[in-house]
Each structure stands twice: as structure tokens, then as C-alpha cells.
């Protein structure tokens, strides 16, 4: 008996992985997922709205409990700050800074000081806080007022801040009572006042010394840069460093110009090369280029034997002529025109290994000779790139120089003419700059709490917490829910998805049998679409054995198996379904046949599969069970008595379903998707994790079979609506005569007719999500 040819031998499919099927991290793990914020919303808008509610309600118990328990009310007073006082322009000009930078730093200056120690402790011992107000009396002990723990608390309720691009501060005092919050904060208005008063303003002395110390750096400082100037001019011949930049600009160039035709000409040789290489290493052994057969074919020993199988052949038509086909002259001939192209083909596949070896060599040196040259180049262009870039930094440095030089030259301009005019000013009279805007009133609503702000802040808080707690669940689910679940698994392709019984309308009873029981039922339907995709592209690839394997127990492998084996014998195809799952078989179950014999019986040599197969109850559709139980069954597995198995099967059958255990179970799956043409996996909705369909998709593709894809089983709609809507549609237009259970939703138009019912743009079944 001829030893069955394995499946990963027959033509269409490739030993070992294919280039698609190499391993790589799957983004299953982690918090690779795709959050659908629309459809997230749908699914928990009672819930988000519940908890505006609540957050509205726990806001305004919320603000009574802290307006009752802990209410604050705060005093404000306002002031008003002016540039220094002078006869001329401002003297700070003088020194570097901008009048509006004085005043932005002298407001800085004043508010901290309203706040300062000797301010706070000023305004504590003021008579008024002492004796007219409730906050004091926490700081009694024994009938003794204690102001430091005042001032410590002071710290802690008094703000004082300058209101940006304005010329005005405010000081404010938040307590628990309104009268308290307005005394306190005139006792600190007339403290800070009070200093401000005594403080005198600067002498013009002063400021003339500042001045002159001013002017004399700035002139130090200028002839330091002139000198450094002058050395640079002479030490680096500045004049001519303008045409040497030029020279190496255009060798930058001329080098890159040749670099990128060199770089180009390199990388054709490597492609060349890497062409040459996978030719001579080809699985199926070397693949000569056509110039290489061009040469040895054109070359003196192929065309001498050429000649000589000429004359041979010219002789031979000579000597059938005149002795007749059947002479023994003629067989000889016969006999020397095959040894000579014997010959000739030995010494031409000698020559093609010769000539092709010769090629990859010349390319290799001109590849050696090519990267030598780029290196040569590249040292050359950074040597040319350097020079360029001392160039322009001697010039850079020259012209911040001179712009230091320049600014220093104002500078000293400006310093004189200020030291001249403020000597023909006498002493300026002093005054101070700050002036009291309004005065601290008694505030008639508190600051805290505010009710506009309290209700939104907690209803925000109550929402968010809400929305962070879905989304955390969201993140943090790792089971396979519907196929955009699945596109996040790399390299995944989802072939349809099946929805779950309770979403069909028909009212489906057994899903094992539902495409012959209920034909026009959506889940019917759904099997249908997989199987046409199915169909056509393992016709394309001239297949005819499907593994179908499944991740988890109960994922539904048995009954997709059932129904697919149903509807593919609906379009007058031949199936035959394989049980090869030893370790739980159910196929002769749902299929109502006996479990022997089966496979066990024809892997042991006991039967075969002409005797074995059992005919069902679906026309078309016949089933080889399991088999007699036997405890070496999955090692046969692996044998080449399943590979000659499935060929049989092939020979007489247009479609073989091979059943297999769950992945997590055993290894079974992997070993036949190593004898079947192609293998699809099913998966159930909430029940598998993306890390274990990555794990199987990955071993499957590496398998010899050619993976198809996924199968999403048990598919329920979310939020209500996408799929429900959709299978009810599909079910009514498929069973016209039934009543419809649910009145349609319909939306009002513009003119206030009604309008066609909401369609959802989503596939029925297998789909998109």
C-alpha cells in the first residue's frame, strides 16, 4: 500500500510557518483596550443619570450641612500703587529695569508685607480685635489674651495678593462670623498703613551713588569685549573666512550628491544579492536567474552538445527514412540523442552552479567595494562639516560680540545722561506710593459654602466617581465580548460572530440543530454568512479538511461544527464531520448516531472510513464518531495513519469538519491543524480572555494549516439596541407572516410627520460590532 502524502506536502499549502504567522507579543494583556465612549454611554445612561441626581441632592445637603456646621465669611479691602515719584523719568530705568517690572516687584513686595510678622502682630494687640470681636476669645486663658496664638491663627485666615496686570493688591480676612471678618481686617489696613507712613523715601545721594557704580562696570565691561574683539579679528583672519565657508558648502554638497547615487547603486547590489542568496537556498532547491541559464545556454559545451544532438537527429530522420521507425540503426540513434542530452543536462547544471556561484561573488565584491566608498565619503563630508561649523562659530561669536559691544555702548549713553540730570535735581520731596482703594465692609453672604458652586462640584464628584468605576470595569475586562474586543488580539481576523440563543426571536430551542430545525431564524442566518466565507476561501486554496478548534470548554466548537457540516450539505456539498476529541466526544450525540465504531477503530487499522462513517439525519451529512474508547487514541493522533485518515476522507468527501478538545485542555488541536488544510477557532463571548485566543491563534498559525480566523459565539446586544434591533428586523422580513412582537420606534421629522423607523448601521450576526 502507497504511503499517504501528509497533508502540509499537498499542493497550496507550505511547510512550517508561514511569513504571516510569525510569533509576536499579542496586545492582549495590560490596558490594551478600545473603550467605545458612545456605546459606553448607551449601556449605563440610567445609570450616569441616577447618579446626577444623587449628586444634585448630596450638593445641597451638602452646602445646608456646611452653612449650618462651618460657614465662612471673608472682608476685603483694596489698594492702590503708583511708580516712584521723581521730576524726570523713572531712576530704576537706569540700573536695567523697566518701570513696570519696579512696580510689578514693589506690589510683590507690599502684599507680603501686609502679612508680615510685625504687621499681624500689631493688628492682634489692636483694641478693636481685642475687645469687639467673638475670634478673640479663643486666645484667653484664665482672663489672659494671648497674641501670639492669635497671630498664629492670623497667619492662617488672612490672603493678601496683587490682581494681575492691574495696579491694585487686595487683603482679605475669612472667619466664621461677619462682623469679626471686617475688624480684623481694618486693624490690619491701619497697621499696614501706619508703617507704610513712617518709612522714608530714598535720598538722592543714594541713588546717585548707585549710578556712578553702575556706569563704571558698564565701562569695564565694554573694553573687556573690545579687546576680545580685536584679538579675534586678528588671531582668526576673519576677512577670509566668508569664502572658505563657501569651498566647503560646495564640497558638502558635491559629497552628498555622490553619497545618495552611491547609497542607491549599494542598495540595488544588496537586493540583488539577497535575491541571489534566497535563489540558492530555496526549500525546493536553487532557482538559477534566467541571465544565468542565458549564459550557459549560450555558451561553447552547451552549444557543442547542442550540435552534436542535431546531427544525431538529422542522421536518425535520414536512417527512418531509408531502413524504416522499427530498425535497429534507428533505436541506436534513439538511444545516443538521450545519453547526449543526458549529457548535456548534467554538464549544464554543473555550469549553471558555476556561472550563479561566479555572479554572487562579483556581487558581494561590488558590494564590499560600494560600502568602502560611503565610508570614505562619510569621513570626507564630516571633515568638510566640521571645518564649516568652526567657521561659523568664529563668526557667530565675532558678531554677539559686537552686539554686546553695541548694547554696552546705549547703556553707558543712557547712565551718563541720567547721572547729569539728576545732579541739576535737588532732593526730591518724599511721599509714599500707596493709597487705600476701599475700605474692609462687613460681607453680606458668605464665602463658603456656595451653593452654584457646592451642587455642580459634587454632582461632578458623584458622576466622575460613577464614569471611573465603569471605566476602570471597562479597562480591566479581559474577556472576549464582540469582535472589537477581538481586533485588538494583532493579526486577528474575525470570520463572523453567532448570536445568542436567547437574542434570536425565532425562539430557538437546540443550537446543535438549529440551521435544520429553523432555517430562516437569525442564527441560521449568521452560520450561513460563515459559511460562505468559509467556503470560498478554502476553495480558493483547494482545501477540503477544517480543524475547528475552541480555546475554553463550552465554547460551542461541537454545535458550530453541526450547523456548519448542515449548511454546507444544503448547498449539494458532500461533509463529513471527524470527532476527534477523545476525551469528551459529543458529535454521535448531536448528530444521533453510535460513538463505534469511529476514529480510534480506522487509526488502528480496524476499520475504515468507508465503513466507519455513519450516515444522519441531515441529507448530505455523514459522521465519523469518535470511536471504541482507547487509552493510546491521542497519541494516534500525531501518526501518519490520521494523515492517510484525512486524505481518505478528502478522496471521497467535498468538506471534512475535524472536531478537536478545548486548547486549555490538551495539545490535541495544535497536532491536527498540523494534518488539516486550514483551522478556524471558536470562541464564546464572555467566557474567554484575549490572552488565551492570542496564545491559540499563535499556535495555529504556526501550525501547517492555513488559519482562517475567528468564530464569535453566544454574541448578546449591548445597550438595548445594535444587535437587538437588527436581528428583530431580519427575523420579521424573513417570516413575513408573523406577528410582530414590538412596535417600532419611530422619530418625528421637521413638518411633524412620521419618519421611517431608526435603522442602526450595524451587520446582522457576523459582522462588525
Known amino acids: 500500500m502507497p504511503t499517504p502524502t501528509p497533508p502540509n506536502q499537498r499542493p497550496g499549502n507550505r511547510p512550517g510557518p508561514r511569513p504571516g504567522g510569525a510569533p509576536q507579543q499579542a496586545g492582549s494583556g495590560g490596558l490594551n483596550v478600545n473603550i467605545n465612549p458612545v456605546k459606553l454611554l448607551r449601556q449605563h445612561m440610567w445609570l450616569l443619570m441616577v447618579s446626577v441626581i444623587i449628586g444634585g441632592v448630596l450638593g445641597v445637603v451638602t452646602h445646608v450641612a456646611l452653612l449650618r456646621l462651618s ?31 519696579e512696580t510689578e516687584m514693589f506690589i510683590a513686595t507690599e502684599t507680603q508685607k501686609m502679612i508680615s510678622r510685625p504687621i499681624l502682630m500689631q493688628a492682634v494687640q489692636d483694641s478693636s480685635v481685642r475687645v469687639d470681636t467673638k475670634w478673640q476669645k479663643q486666645f484667653v486663658t484664665d482672663g489672659t489674651y494671648d497674641p501670639n496664638l492669635a497671630f498664629l491663627e492670623l497667619e492662617e485666615i488672612v490672603r493678601a495678593r496683587s490682581i494681575r496686570d492691574t495696579a491694585f493688591a487686595k487683603l482679605s480676612v475669612t472667619t466664621p462670623n461677619p462682623v469679626d471678618s471686617a475688624i480684623i481686617c481694618q486693624a490690619i489696613l491701619r497697621a499696614y498703613m501706619d508703617r507704610v507712613r513712617s518709612e522714608r523715601t530714598i535720598e538722592s545721594s543714594d541713588v546717585l551713588e548707585v549710578l556712578s557704580g553702575s556706569l563704571a562696570g558698564i565701562q569695564e565691561e565694554k573694553k573687556l569685549i573690545e579687546d576680545q574683539m580685536d584679538r579675534l579679528w586678528t588671531e582668526s583672519d576673519l576677512p577670509g573666512l566668508d569664502a572658505s565657508r563657501t569651498v566647503e558648502q560646495h564640497t558638502i554638497d558635491r ?36 541571465i544565468v541559464r542565458q549564459i550557459v545556454d549560450e555558451g561553447p559545451i552547451i552549444s557543442n552538445f547542442k550540435y552534436q544532438i542535431a546531427g544525431l537527429k538529422a542522421g536518425r530522420r535520414s536512417s527512418m527514412e531509408s531502413l524504416g ?9 534513439d538511444q545516443q540523442i538521450q545519453g547526449v542530452e543526458s549529457e548535456m543536462d548534467a554538464q549544464r547544471q554543473v555550469l549553471l552552479a558555476e556561472t550563479f556561484n561566479g555572479l554572487i561573488e562579483t556581487t558581494q565584491l561590488q558590494i564590499s567595494s560600494f560600502e568602502a566608498a560611503d565610508a570614505d565619503m562619510m569621513e570626507n563630508m564630516n571633515e568638510a562639516s566640521q571645518k564649516m561649523a568652526d567657521i561659523e562659530r568664529l563668526q557667530e561669536q565675532y558678531k554677539t560680540l559686537e552686539n554686546e559691544a553695541e548694547s554696552l555702548a546705549e547703556r553707558e549713553s543712557e547712565t551718563a545722561d541720567r547721572i547729569s540730570k539728576q545732579r541739576s ?49 471597562e479597562l480591566l475586562e479581559q474577556r472576549i465580548r464582540s469582535a472589537a474586543d477581538a481586533s485588538l488580539i494583532p493579526q486577528l481576523r474575525v470570520i463572523g460572530m453567532i448570536p445568542d440563543i436567547s437574542e434570536d426571536p425565532a425562539g430557538v430551542k437546540s ?19 460563515i459559511r460562505n466565507t468559509v467556503g470560498k476561501r478554502m476553495a480558493s486554496r483547494g482545501h477540503k479538511t477544517l480543524l475547528v478548534a475552541t480555546g475554553m470548554p463550552d465554547s460551542g466548537g461541537t454545535s458550530i461544527i453541526a450547523n456548519l457540516a448542515a449548511s454546507f450539505a444544503a448547498t449539494e456539498k458532500r461533509v463529513l464531520i471527524i470527532d476527534a476529541n477523545f476525551r469528551r466526544p459529543r458529535i454521535h450525540e448531536v448528530m444521533g448516531v453510535s460513538q463505534a465504531p469511529g476514529l480510534t477503530d480506522v487509526l488502528t487499522g480496524a476499520s475504515n472510513i468507508s465503513d466507519a462513517a455513519m450516515v444522519t439525519g441531515v441529507s448530505g451529512v455523514e459522521v ?18 490520521m494523515s492517510k485518515a484525512l486524505v481518505d476522507a478528502s478522496d471521497h468527501y467535498d468538506i471534512v469538519l475535524v472536531d478537536s478538545p478545548p486548547a486549555v485542555v490538551s495539545n490535541d488541536a495544535t497536532n491536527l491543524a498540523n494534518r488539516c488544510d486550514a483551522s478556524l477557532m471558536v470562541v464564546r463571548a464572555y467566557h474567554e480572555k484575549r490572552g488565551l485566543i492570542a496564545r491559540v491563534r499563535r499556535q495555529l498559525d504556526e501550525s501547517n494549516s492555513e488559519f482562517l480566523g475567528v468564530v464569535i459565539n453566544a454574541v448578546k446586544s449591548s445597550a438595548g439596541g445594535y444587535f437587538k434591533r437588527n436581528f428583530q428586523v431580519a427575523h420579521e422580513y424573513n417570516n413575513p407572516t408573523e406577528p410582530k412582537p414590538v412596535k417600532q420606534r419611530k422619530r418625528k421629522t421637521k413638518k411633524g410627520k412620521d419618519d421611517m423607523p431608526e435603522r442602526e448601521h450595524e451587520e446582522v450576526g457576523a459582522g462588525r460590532d
Not at 552628498?256 to 532547491?285: F, V
Not at 464518531?625 to 495513519?641: C, I, N, Q, V, W
Open 71 to 101: 460657614p465662612r465669611w471673608t472682608s476685603t479691602a483694596m489698594f492702590e500703587f503708583s511708580g516712584l515719584i521723581m521730576e524726570i523719568d523713572d531712576v530704576q530705568n537706569s540700573i536695567g529695569a523697566g518701570s513696570l517690572a
Open 255 to 290: 559629497i552628498t550628491l555622490e553619497l545618495t547615487d552611491a547609497r542607491q547603486e549599494l542598495e540595488m547590489l544588496r537586493e540583488q544579492y539577497d535575491s541571489y542568496q534566497e535563489q540558492l537556498n530555496s526549500p525546493g532547491g536553487v532557482t538559477y536567474p534566467e
Open 325 to 333: 521507425q522499427n530498425h535497429r540503426e534507428v533505436r541506436r540513434l
Open 425 to 473: 535735581i535737588g532732593d526730591r520731596q518724599a511721599s509714599t506710593r500707596v493709597s487705600v482703594f476701599s475700605q474692609p465692609e462687613e460681607p453680606d453672604e458668605p464665602s463658603f459654602p456656595i451653593i452654584y458652586v457646592m451642587v455642580p462640584m459634587v454632582m461632578l464628584l458623584v458622576v466622575g466617581l460613577v464614569s471611573g468605576i465603569i471605566v476602570l470595569r
Open 511 to 529: 443550537i446543535e440543530t438549529v440551521v435544520r430545525d429553523q432555517p430562516l431564524g437569525i442564527i441560521s442566518e449568521s452560520i450561513r454568512e
Open 624 to 641: 465519523l464518531p469518535s470511536g471504541t474508547p482507547d487509552a493510546t487514541g491521542y497519541e494516534r493522533l500525531t501518526t501518519d495513519a
